[in-house]
């Protein structure tokens, strides 16, 4: 006779500081997954009361007291399963990164976090000490123990759950994503499996927070290391597995569907959900009703439109083209073009007469010099004015439209197309935003619907369109090009020769690194962006404004 342990991952998007608002979503959760699935234990994601990364509220004075509140609340919920809560925990004015297990109305148990990231976007060894003690609880006979995030990524916590006895292993994560890490992950957790013989279970965290993103896909791995990823990504999901608790046997995962099936998602269709979901949540949990962005006829614009209409909605979405003398007609078509496509709100405001203005009021300062890259830089301004103007009479959030490619050698204007509250594309290269604009057309065309991204925006050159017949390879090596070489120097820390070394031109890998190092300044004043890649530009990349260092071995 088989007796079977009802595990439910609540993978759940939270709001970072928002304890007693979290408080309130894990205790209907949790009854939700008592009444639907006759939950045993129910799993809640890394930090889940603060949610991830709280950064410095962990230091306010205020914080103890508000998650002692917070566990006595749930509680005195008496809700009848085990409930895994991660929150920080102030021990002795030591601050930990911790787990508690409640039950009947009591902590049963409680775990320290033992491996604290301090690397790419994580900086807990700022706020947490590490706990070194392992924690296994007997839940319906079944010895299970418990780690949190990077306590997996080692070797010592697994270990030391596996010499406890443990049969089942919960790690709770805020994992966020990155191009890769889903991979990484499967890959990890079939690891830990086989070498510690125990099933694991994987709950990750879902949902936007400034630049991260965390992308869900909590998952399953039985004793043999054979993994399935059961949460659903870039979406909350209360997910059953059922272990059979024969006895003489490993605790072995029964599955409700048939995950073994599921293949993972393409690149692609990754990075399109993690910018629909970074941007949707920037939007509302900052409380704005709109989003506003300057539509250009080009296919960075283009592609920030068709991300804003997936993420918020036609209604909530407006485009402004602003021609001027050097704005071919093309693209007002385009512009329109897609506008129309997407059902968005539209207009055009010509910026002839601003910059006109501008360069008589500069006249007496401008007299006797050369027309150079001001001028140019005077019409991004202009419009940049214009989006901030609409933004400020009608609350409406300023998307910035530039690549990453375009941010890391500096091809923006500070103040100009820079200006805006959040930045879709900013951890996506040229190459991706090309890639990216063909996979959203894909789903129109599965649809039954024209291109969103009309064919032309795509295969026109790129283009500026500050002064007449401009192009971007005017100014910057081919894309294909610049994309590697951003790709070695910004994202893998390659020096100047070794990526010469590569095959690519001496002089064209020097010069885009000067133009890199340069623009520092440029993007420290830039907006948050989502996070497409383990390096992207803001809590990955901490460069020195100013510094003497030089390109080279």
Not at 185 to 209: D, H, K, W
Not at 262 to 291: I, W
Not at 490 to 499: F, K, L
Request: aromatic share 8%; glycine share 8%.
């Amino acid at each position: 006779m088989s007796r079977q342990l009802n595990v439910v991952m609540a993978q759940i998007n939270l709001l970072v500081g928002d304890i007693a608002g979290n408080t309130d979503r894990i205790i209907r959760i949790a009854h939700e997954a008592v009444a639907r699935f006759n939950a045993d234990i129910v799993i809640f994601p890394e930090l889940s009361l603060t949610s991830y990364p709280p950064e410095d509220l962990l230091m306010r004075p205020a914080l103890q007291g508000r998650i002692d509140a917070a566990l006595q609340t749930l509680c005195q919920e008496c809700i009848p399963a085990a409930l895994v809560i991660g929150h920080p925990q102030q021990d002795k004015s030591v601050l930990y990164n911790a787990l508690s297990i409640i039950r009947n109305g009591d902590i049963v148990g409680r775990y320290y976090k033992q491996c604290l990231p301090n690397y790419q976007v994580f900086d807990e060894q700022r706020y947490f000490a590490a706990g070194d003690k392992p924690c296994v609880l007997a839940i319906k006979d079944v010895a299970v123990a418990f780690t949190i995030c990077e306590d997996l990524w080692q070797t010592t916590p697994t270990r030391q759950a596996s010499q406890s006895g443990a049969e089942l292993l919960i790690n709770i994560n805020a994992s966020p994503f990155s191009k890769h890490k889903l991979e990484q992950r499967v890959e990890l957790l079939a690891r830990r499996a086989r070498e510690s013989g125990t099933p694991i279970v994987y709950v990750n965290l879902v949902g936007g927070q400034d630049e991260l993103v965390f992308d869900g896909y909590s998952m399953v791995a039985d004793a043999q290391g054979s993994v399935h990823v059961v949460g659903d990504g870039f979406s909350e999901d209360l997910a059953l597995v059922q272990f059979d608790l024969t006895q003489g046997e490993p605790a072995c995962p029964i599955f409700t569907e048939n995950v073994a099936e599921r293949h993972l998602p393409a690149l692609e269709q990754r990075c399109y959900q993690a910018m629909v979901l970074g941007l949707q949540d920037y939007v509302t949990k900052n409380r704005f009703d709109s989003v506003i962005l300057g539509l250009s006829g080009g296919i960075d614009s283009a592609l920030t439109l068709a991300v804003a209409v997936d993420a918020l909605g036609a209604d909530k979405v407006s485009a402004v083209m602003m021609p001027f003398t050097y704005t071919s007609d093309l693209s007002v078509r385009l512009a329109k073009t897609q506008a129309d496509r997407l059902g968005v709100n539209f207009s055009i405001i010509p910026i002839v007469k601003s910059y006109e203005a501008f360069m008589e009021a500069l006249g007496p300062e401008f007299e006797g010099l050369p027309v150079d890259l001001t001028e140019q830089n005077i019409q991004a301004r202009c419009r940049g004015v214009l989006l901030m103007a609409i933004s400020n009479k009608k609350g409406a959030l300023v998307l910035t439209t530039g690549n990453k490619s375009e941010i890391a050698v500096g091809y923006c204007t500070l103040y100009g197309d820079m200006a805006g509250g959040f930045g879709v594309l900013k951890d996506a290269g040229k190459m991706l935003v090309y890639a990216l604009s063909a996979y959203r057309n894909q789903l129109a065309e599965q649809a039954g619907e024209l291109p969103v991204i009309p064919r032309d925006v795509i295969d026109r050159p790129p283009s500026a369109e500050l002064a007449p017949g401009q192009r971007d390879d005017d100014n910057l090596p081919p894309y294909e090009q610049l994309d590697q070489i951003l790709e070695l120097y910004v994202e893998q820390d390659r020096s100047a020769d070794e990526i010469v070394a590569q095959g690519f031109d001496h002089d064209e890998v020097y010069r885009v690194i000067r133009l890199v190092d340069l623009n520092e300044y440029k993007r420290r004043q830039s907006a948050p962006g989502v996070r497409l890649t383990e390096r992207g530009f803001g809590r990955d990349r901490r460069y020195p404004i100013t510094h003497g260092w030089k390109a080279g071995n």
